[in-house]
């Protein structure tokens, strides 16, 4: 007997477009992350107000409404634009993938803005003028230096966003996205079966967090390479 009832090839493209969208939000997040948290760094009090206004407010906005407002906002906005040049009646529908992806690229970077500006500050100044002593141009000391020490701050917290961001992903399927929800969702409406799909949509999200989890925890151990022990 099929548990699937022939919506295998579909709930395996859902996977697969689910953890795509997580991967490009992961991807995006990271700039709008280092951008804000640069942002925040900066001297200038403007920019660091922004910065710091950025993450306060993707950290306390849901991520269903930021989802919503970019789809529903940018669709108003080329609608808008296009109508300037071409005269049409229709609306210019923003693609829910394109959408989702924006959006919750967003929220993760209100997250790790903070924590890569926490990450930033926790390296020892005293190893950065030790680094400039030697001669190292400051790309180099950046690239071998403080990017090496600020994974070993930064990888847990991120780690922990990056696997809710693919939970998150599921948010998407209310504008449209055929992910593993909305997969689910349409094999539950044809089949009459809610429990069955979306417990097969519980287990492989499961199987998903639980995998990446296993390769944060390695990435984990691999930035503390070299690190010295203090035991009790």
């Given amino acids: 007997m099929d548990p699937f009832l022939g919506w295998g090839d579909e709930i395996a493209r859902g996977a697969w477009i689910t953890m795509l969208t997580a991967v490009l939000s992961l991807a995006v997040g990271l700039v709008w992350g280092m951008l804000g948290a640069l942002a925040q760094l900066s001297p200038n009090r403007i920019l660091a107000?922004?910065?710091?206004?950025?993450?306060?407010?993707?950290?306390?906005?849901?991520?269903?409404?930021?989802?919503?407002?970019?789809?529903?906002?940018?669709?108003?906005?080329?609608?808008?634009?296009?109508?300037?040049?071409?005269?049409s009646k229709g609306f210019v529908e923003v693609p829910?993938?394109?959408?989702?992806?924006?959006?919750?690229?967003?929220?993760?970077g209100g997250y790790a803005a903070e924590i890569i500006r926490g990450a930033w500050q926790a390296v020892p100044v005293g190893v950065i003028e030790a680094a400039r002593t030697l001669g190292l141009r400051p790309w180099l000391v950046f690239l071998h230096?403080?990017?090496?020490?600020?994974l070993r701050y930064a990888l847990p917290g991120l780690g922990n966003h990056w696997v809710s961001l693919?939970?998150?992903?599921?948010?998407?399927?209310?504008?449209?996205?055929?992910?593993?929800?909305?997969?689910?969702?349409?094999?539950?409406?044809?089949t009459r079966e809610p429990f069955r799909f979306y417990m097969i949509a519980a287990l492989v999200y499961f199987v998903l967090t639980m995998a990446n989890s296993r390769l944060v925890g390695w990435?984990?151990?691999?930035?503390r390479r070299g690190e010295r022990r203090v035991t009790a």
């Fill in 49 to 87: 107000a922004f910065g710091r206004g950025f993450s306060l407010v993707m950290r306390g906005t849901p991520e269903l409404l930021v989802i919503l407002i970019v789809y529903f906002g940018g669709t108003m906005a080329l609608t808008r634009a296009l109508s300037l040049f071409v005269e």
């Fill in 219 to 223: 990435l984990e151990a691999r930035a």
């Fill in 145 to 150: 230096v403080r990017l090496p020490l600020m």
């Fill in 96 to 108: 829910p993938l394109q959408a989702g992806v924006f959006a919750l690229s967003l929220v993760f």
């Fill in 166 to 190: 693919i939970k998150d992903t599921s948010l998407i399927s209310v504008v449209g996205l055929h992910d593993l929800m909305g997969y689910s969702a349409m094999a539950t409406s044809v």
